[in-house]
């Protein structure tokens, strides 16, 4: 078996488990959010139980429409309250952050472990080694109640990524280009393991991008593992990061990557650095590496968005909050903002965006005739003070990230 296997044969309590069984795994972690936690709330209070399998096993989040813009926004909020209150268990709803950020942070999850996520982007925590599953609103609510997920066994295959990057290109060059490569449903309903010299000497925060962006890939689940050998899989891709460039996902799919090269020249009006994708605190440090020396053009909408409070806070102790609003950029609240299009910087028809966000789907962000691009934080900070797409180092030399 490989390592995801071994974790399912656990999570089951088989001694082993094979590609198409079918199996009952109990799980660690749920977790939902105001947008699929209402439903989920629904579903559960039909079942008829009186509390939830594990108190301590559930969490809600309020992070992608906070604070509420509109009525039935503050009205999801309430219920999530409401059931935390009746039932115990953990919610966030004071702005604390983005819920795949706050289960890194306090989910207490370790390696092996599983998460259930009302939440496409649940597969960030494969990042740090944990089985975690995107599942929808009504599987919530049955695994509030149980504790467990029936599961077919996925195939899985191995993408080694060998070597370090160069200059300017990031752990978001390098997920935009796999997704490039194989297309948005290469890996649907499958297992994916990260192995290699790159991802040894990677930081949690740079796994973490590349994790959450899996499921553009179609990806069941992404696993990062520490080993050399991680098992039998079904097939292995060699990449060579060392050979990438700068890219950037063109309007409108996280499939259609080009090099950042091709898009020179691009007038852009509006930029989104933040989300469950690059809100982390390294993420933070390379945009305002660019804004301690250039300020935001005339033209543009700079929105910043930190992924949880903790990165709030260190950015406010670095000085990195002082430098980008000298800049001209506006620092929201740590939350989705407008990854999501629910609020705080809604685009319009005419609007070109690069955001460091995980979907450039037409109206994904507001209008469906606003372009938007897909770029790491460095890049989408030198577009945002040049006015236009760029390749990270035109703004500012490169060095020192």
């Known amino acids: 078996m490989?390592?995801?296997?071994?974790?399912?044969?656990?999570?089951?309590?088989?001694?082993?488990v094979q590609v198409g069984q079918d199996i009952t795994i109990h799980i660690d972690l749920a977790a939902a959010h105001d947008v699929t936690a209402p439903m989920a709330i629904s579903q559960f209070e039909k079942i008829g139980v009186d509390k939830v399998f594990d108190e301590k096993k559930v969490m809600l989040v309020i992070d992608h429409i906070f604070p509420a813009p509109s009525i039935p926004a503050r009205q999801n909020h309430r219920q999530l309250l409401a059931f935390a209150d009746k039932y115990h268990v953990r919610c966030y709803g004071k702005g604390e952050g983005v819920i795949h950020q706050l289960i890194a942070e306090q989910g207490g999850l370790t390696r092996g472990?599983?998460?259930?996520?009302?939440?496409?982007?649940?597969?960030?925590a494969g990042a740090y080694g944990v089985l975690a599953f995107g599942v929808g609103s009504?599987?919530?609510?049955?695994?509030?109640a149980t504790g467990t997920?029936?599961?077919?066994?996925?195939?899985?295959?191995?993408?080694?990524?060998?070597?370090?990057?160069?200059?300017?290109?990031?752990?978001?060059?390098?997920?935009?280009?796999?997704?490039?490569?194989?297309?948005?449903?290469?890996?649907?309903?499958?297992?994916?393991?990260?192995?290699?010299s790159w991802v040894k000497q990677a930081d949690i925060e740079e796994k973490m991008t590349i994790s959450n962006m899996a499921i553009e890939m179609g990806a069941m689940l992404s696993y990062f593992s520490e080993n050399d050998e991680v098992g039998s899989v079904r097939e292995c891709h060699l990449?060579?990061?060392?050979?990438?460039?700068?890219?950037?996902?063109?309007?409108?799919?996280?499939?259609?990557?080009?090099?950042?090269?091709?898009?020179l020249h691009t007038a852009v009006n509006q930029v989104v650095i933040g989300s469950c994708t690059n809100g982390r605190i390294s993420d933070m440090r390379a945009a305002a590496k660019v804004f301690s020396r250039a300020k935001v053009h005339p033209q543009v909408t700079c929105i910043v968005l930190p992924a949880s409070n903790k990165v709030a806070e260190t950015m406010e102790?670095?000085?990195?909050?002082?430098?980008?609003?000298?800049?001209?950029?506006?620092?929201?609240?740590?939350?989705?903002?407008?990854?999501?299009?629910?609020?705080?910087?809604?685009?319009?028809?005419?609007?070109?965006?690069?955001?460091?966000?995980?979907?450039?789907f037409p109206g994904r962000m507001g209008a469906k005739e606003a372009k938007l691009y897909l770029a790491s934080p460095r890049a989408a900070a030198e577009a945002a003070v040049c006015g236009q797409i760029v390749v990270p180092g035109t703004a500012v030399p490169l060095g020192g990230e």
Do not use: W
């Open 138 to 144: 009504t599987e919530i609510a049955a695994a509030m």
């Open 2 to 16: 490989n390592e995801i296997e071994r974790h399912l044969a656990r999570a089951a309590g088989v001694d082993t």
């Open 113 to 124: 472990a599983v998460l259930i996520g009302a939440d496409s982007h649940t597969c960030t």
């Open 239 to 263: 990449i060579e990061v060392n050979k990438l460039v700068p890219v950037m996902a063109c309007p409108s799919s996280p499939g259609n990557v080009k090099p950042i090269a091709k898009a």
């Open 317 to 360: 102790k670095e000085g990195l909050t002082r430098i980008m609003r000298a800049a001209g950029v506006t620092v929201m609240n740590p939350g989705c903002g407008p990854c999501y299009g629910g609020h705080m910087g809604i685009v319009t028809a005419d609007d070109v965006v690069v955001a460091t966000t995980n979907r450039n």
């Open 149 to 196: 997920l029936d599961i077919e066994v996925p195939p899985v295959q191995l993408i080694r990524l060998e070597g370090e990057t160069s200059p300017g290109v990031y752990a978001k060059d390098i997920i935009l280009y796999l997704i490039g490569k194989f297309g948005t449903d290469g890996f649907t309903d499958q297992g994916i393991i990260f192995a290699g």
